[in-house]
């Protein structure tokens, strides 16, 4: 009797939860059992690894093989466990030391040569490798999106007999050195570009240096995709914690892009999205659009054509941060400290208030078209601006506006001044600290008593007014909110049927 023990990763949100594969060789007639809530990927790793042994000039041992995926109650998934299932019989049988495994985990593809396929999420993988101390030996094509967990030793190789070599004091495997974090280059889309809308250029200055939520409403063609388009260009550069974090997402989404590392996240679903689509889901959970969004912007084009649901299923992520996505079998968290950018038309036709259009829209379809959305969700939207159409001489020959570049420097003190003073944006400022950090001087807490009464605040409401307040006081660069930040704070607060 005979066993080995290897050590690989599975798909658990970006926790990667460690599979220890138990591999035990038994007298009797040949046989190859897997075991371990594997799915069908997994179950065919039998055949991919009988091949890849014999194609290595191996023995394939003819005994009963038991293959346990530990722990037993975890879902499996995927080609990964490949290359740890095919080390543990080779060390099982002897024909591979097994002394350094304890040492080492395996995440791999194996195709029928021997040769190692790249597979999804091993930054996951490499991060959590790390955290426990081991080297994660992994195709070489998955080498450089590992590497950027800096705290982990990844040892890429190109087939099984180079794995096998290493094992065996032959040859070592190089540990593949980590990639240098380059500076991000191309900000994207300049706020230049737009002309006029001095309104909405400032109200996105307020929503990038404070991460709070807009919703933009207005004519189409007024230029409320292309603001929003330009938020990412306004927002701080990204920390290597919100990096790994961001690329960890979209490695386990299947998304991954080296040449987008460091960048913030845009992502503009189409209004047809699927509740499962945006929020995350499936059988075995992936991350939706608003974890893809993540330390980025998620924008929501023609709001009030998404379905309900979908809108709703925004409301306690906006709130936490966070959304676990629980099903029959699993139940997985994925971080989506999303920004959320709306947009949609004041009625069904677009032209409600156009000063150059007609609107064919009666106030009964107005209403109908802006009840799709429901008070809760407009509660949480922090900032509510109005987007005009553009006048024919700001049109033709008009001045450009002042670029990104000029705002984000603007928007870069403010968060400066908001991480040293609570260590996160203002629209994260949790409400039992919302009085003592966001308090207002006398004249200006006189001006928000009147304004509670008046636009019937309710509490979520009174809460970000004081946020907005304190961001728009951290752009003037003032200790504290005055009577003019609080009242252009309650002009973002004002409701859509108030316009």
């Known amino acids: 009797m005979s066993l080995a023990l290897v050590r690989s990763r599975a798909l658990d949100g970006l926790a990667a939860a460690e599979v220890t594969v138990e591999v035990h060789l038994a007298n009797g007639l040949p046989a190859f059992n897997l075991v371990g809530l594997p ?7 039998r055949d991919r690894v009988r091949a ?43 024909q591979v030391a097994g002394e350094g495994l304890g040492a080492l985990e395996f995440c791999g593809e194996l195709s029928l040569t021997g040769s190692l396929r790249p597979v999804r999420s091993v930054l996951a993988a490499a991060l959590a490798a790390g955290r426990a ?25 190109t087939d099984l007999l180079e794995v096998c070599a290493h094992l065996n004091g032959h040859k070592a495997i190089e540990v593949h050195p980590a990639p240098p974090l380059a500076a991000v280059g191309d900000a994207g889309p300049d706020l230049a570009d737009v002309r006029g809308q001095l309104p909405a250029r400032r109200a996105l200055e307020v929503a990038a240096a ?8 207005g004519p189409p063609g007024s230029g409320k995709s292309m603001l929003a388009q330009r938020l990412p260009g306004l927002l701080p550069p990204m920390s ?14 299947g998304e991954f892009d080296p040449a987008r590392w460091g960048r913030r996240p845009f992502r503009a679903p189409h209004h047809s999205a699927s509740a499962a689509a945006i929020v995350g889901g499936g059988a075995l959970p992936r991350p939706g659009e608003i974890s893809l969004a993540d330390h980025g912007v998620l924008f929501l084009d023609e709001l009030p054509e998404f379905e309900r649901r979908v809108l709703e299923s925004l409301r306690e992520p906006l709130e936490t941060g966070n959304v676990t996505v629980a099903r029959a079998r699993r ?67 008009g001045a450009r506006g002042e670029g990104s570049a000029a705002v984000r420097a603007r928007v870069a003190a403010a968060r400066t001044l908001q991480l040293d003073r609570q260590g996160r944006p203002n629209a994260r400022i949790e409400a039992g600290e919302v009085e003592a ?34 961001t728009l006081a951290d752009l003037a660069g003032a200790g504290r909110p005055g009577p003019a930040h609080i009242a252009e704070a309650i002009q973002y607060r004002r409701s859509l049927d108030s316009r």
């Open 437 to 470: 950090l966001c308090a207002p001087d006398a004249a200006g807490e006189k001006l928000l008593r009147q304004a509670i009464g008046g636009l019937k605040l309710s509490a979520r409401g009174y809460h970000r007014v004081l946020r907005v307040a304190r």
């Open 133 to 157: 101390g081991r080297s994660l030996v992994l195709p070489g094509g998955n080498a450089d999106e590992a590497a950027l967990a800096r705290a982990a030793r990844i040892l890429p190789a």
């Open 39 to 45: 799915d069908t990927e997994v179950r065919e790793a």
């Open 331 to 397: 139940r997985v968290s994925f971080p989506a400290r999303f920004q959320l950018v709306a947009a949609m038309n004041p009625c069904p036709c677009g032209h409600a208030g156009d000063p150059h259009r007609a609107c064919r829209c009666t106030p009964d379809q107005i209403a109908r078209y802006r009840a799709r959305l429901s008070g809760p969700l407009l509660d949480r939207v922090d900032l509510t601006v109005e987007v005009g159409a553009i006048p024919p001489g700001e049109l033709v020959g």
């Open 210 to 217: 404070g991460g709070h939520s807009l919703l933009m409403f």
């Open 52 to 94: 890849a042994i014999l194609s290595s000039q191996f023995e394939f041992p003819q005994r009963r093989i038991t293959v346990n995926l530990a722990p037993a109650d975890l879902p499996k998934e995927g080609g990964r466990f490949d290359l740890a299932i095919a080390v543990g019989i080779l060390a099982a049988s002897g």
């Open 240 to 253: 290597e914690q919100e990096a790994l974090e961001s690329a960890a997402l979209h490695s386990i989404g």
